[in-house]
């Protein structure tokens, strides 16, 4: 009975943390309850740029220099469209509503929970990415992380 309880706590707040990303994410509140677009006969995979991530020393990731020809790594996120459902695996590494798009690259300062910072270049939102592929984010089922989320700290002029 514990350890059920124990479950039920746990789904409760990996469903809350999943409201609350989407919110961060995309900047809306409440997802509409008609769904725009209709489910697809089969599995769809789409690849967004999320934007590309400039770590300064690969010894963060226990790599040498010489080891590591490019350090700017490629941030993605993919939209999963299933019969039952659409899932987003990651949303970015700057939250659409902390940047504003410029027409060009966008350089974004963040700071990490352990106070390392990073500068992320972001192109377009995911929000607009979503449009273009004919979908919006109340069209999201389900969301899933891999990582912490990461906070902006402000957008480079």
Known sequence: ???RRSRLLIVGLVGALAIVSVEDVFGQASPSPERRVPPPQ????YVFDCGTIHVPDPARLRL????????????ACYLVVHPKGTLIWDTGAVPDPAWKPTGGPVVVHIVLPDS???DVTVRKPLKAQLKEVGYSPT????????????RPHRQRE
């Open 1 to 3: 009975m514990k350890g």
């Open 42 to 45: 089969s599995v769809r995979l």
């Open 64 to 75: 040498k220099r010489e080891e590591v020809p490019a350090t700017d790594l490629s941030v």
């Open 116 to 118: 390392q910072q990073r």
């Open 139 to 150: 069209d999201v089922t389900y969301l899933a992380l891999s990582h912490l989320p990461l």
